[in-house]
């Protein structure tokens, strides 16, 4: 585990560190569709990924989800930090995306490394930092680009994320990540597919060219 953690860390924390992570952390790999954590669960460690993509989504009161942001390899959820940290509740569901190595990281240890190493505590602030953008660049797309758009930036992040022209989704689950409706999602895919950018299959849309 020493080794991946190098590989993947090694310029962003020190020797020891990566040596109390590969101690203390626990490895885990995942298949796609695997929930990670779950709204209303306490979160007992933070993430930090090796491979792979988390998808994080939000729930509103009728159960409608929205897709907040992908977490990647060398990342991890300042989300799930301040559920630790303040020992409260999710408020987010964490999904494998695809297949995913992950080490858990245990909150004793968390609040330790804060204090102990710099790498560390830049590390934490610079995932919030991160993470805060991603969300207000979601906002802002929800407040100011037409659900075309939206249904366009998703598509080219799930070619981006997966590294496949394949995207292996209904478009009822596109509509639960979007928080938009099936018939409208299959209405805009059938008007992309009619501009040459898509080609919609029965279990799978093929990314021809989403330029359009």
């Not at 993430?47 to 993509?53: D, F, K």
């Not at 610079?126 to 929800?142: A, F, K």
């Not at 805009?188 to 898509?198: A, R, T, V």
Request: glycine share 6%; aromatic share 8%.
């Amino acid at each position: 585990m020493k080794d991946i953690l190098t590989a993947t860390y090694g310029h962003l924390f020190e020797n020891a560190l990566i040596e109390e992570i590969a101690e203390n952390g626990s490895y885990k790999k995942v298949p796609s569709g695997t929930k990670l954590i779950e709204i209303g669960s306490y979160i007992k460690g933070m993430p930090l990924l090796l491979s792979g993509a988390i998808k994080v989504l939000r729930e509103d009161d009728d159960g409608h989800e929205l897709l907040l942001y992908y977490l990647e390899q060398g990342e991890t959820c300042s989300m799930t930090m301040s559920c630790c940290m303040g020992m409260t509740k999710s408020e987010i569901r964490a999904i494998a995306e695809n297949e995913t190595e992950l080490i858990m990281i245990p909150i004793r240890k968390m609040e330790d490394w804060t204090a102990k190493y710099k790498s560390w505590r830049n590390f934490v602030f610079e995932s919030y930092h991160t993470r805060l953008n991603e969300m207000l660049h979601t906002l802002d797309s929800i407040a100011f680009n037409n659900m075309d758009q939206r249904l366009l930036e998703y598509l080219k992040e799930k070619v981006r994320i997966n590294g496949s022209r394949f995207v292996e989704n209904t478009h009822q689950e596109i509509a639960y990540e979007l928080n938009s409706s099936r018939v409208v999602i299959s209405r805009l895919l059938k008007k992309i597919e009619n501009k040459g950018g898509i080609e919609l299959h029965r279990n799978y849309i093929k990314i021809i060219n989403l330029d359009i």
